[in-house]
């Protein structure tokens, strides 16, 4: 298996662009997060999806930050307008199942720095 | 707000010594208890799990849960260098059957 996929593995942007992270999740794996990790407030949950419906985006830090799911293999976080606060690791990680019991696997992450 | 407590180090043990790695929980609801490990610029990878007071035992690694003190630790046995990793600690949050609250980490380093 290609485990989960995302890209761009490292983004450098300017405060005020549009930022777009993506995932492929794990095929067959029904449930889909995204992940916010920094040095002060550690791993986040960003949203979650299960069966490409987002279920729980209360992690969502404000509306600049929008996540989709369109089909069972593509999700999308997008981040507009950037701003240097967003600095982070961004994770997508997929489970096979929707309950707290299934292993989710992470992505290799997207490391972003807005300037 | 939901917290899940841990040292951050770093712990530094020699190889061979056994490593203990400490966590608490403020949230009694918590059913479900995970150690990740991650290892310098990679992703978190789930090592252990445990739903039950007491212990459970993989390998090299022992899991420890006492709901009453609201404490899980992880302990691994024979440590080696390639131990050395960031051990993050994650809780169901509120009881949640897909949310987990994830410490920040106990960094370990192994000393050949």
């Known amino acids: 298996d290609a485990g989960v996929i995302q890209s761009p593995r490292h983004e450098v942007t300017e405060m005020g662009q549009e930022v777009t992270l993506r995932c492929k999740p794990i095929s067959g794996h029904n449930s889909l997060f995204w992940y916010r990790q920094t040095m002060m407030r550690g791993l986040e949950l960003l949203i979650y999806f299960n069966n490409n419906v987002p279920i729980d985006d209360s992690g969502m830090p404000e509306d600049r930050f929008s996540a989709k799911m369109p089909n069972a293999s593509f999700s999308t976080l997008k981040i507009q307008p950037s701003e240097p606060r967003d600095s982070a690791v961004y994770f997508c990680?997929?489970?096979?199942?929707?309950?707290?019991?299934?292993?989710?696997?992470f992505g290799p992450g997207t490391r972003l720095l807005v300037l | 707000q939901k917290e899940v407590e841990q040292n951050s180090g770093p712990l530094s043990v020699p190889e061979g010594a056994i490593a203990s790695l400490n966590c608490t929980y403020s949230d009694r609801g918590s059913q479900s208890f995970f150690w990740y490990r991650q290892y310098s610029g990679k992703s978190p990878e789930l090592i252990m799990f445990i739903y039950s007071n007491g212990d459970k035992e993989d390998g090299r690694f022992t899991a420890q849960l006492n709901k009453a003190s609201q404490y899980v630790s992880l302990l691994i046995r024979d440590s080696q260098p390639s131990d050395s990793a960031t051990y993050l600690c994650?809780?169901?949050?509120?009881?949640?059957?897909?949310?987990?609250?994830f410490g920040k980490g106990t960094l370990l380093t192994v000393n050949p």
């Open positions: 990680a997929s489970s096979l199942g929707q309950g707290i019991k299934e292993t989710q696997y």
């Open positions: 994650a809780v169901n949050s509120g009881g949640s059957n897909y949310k987990l609250t």
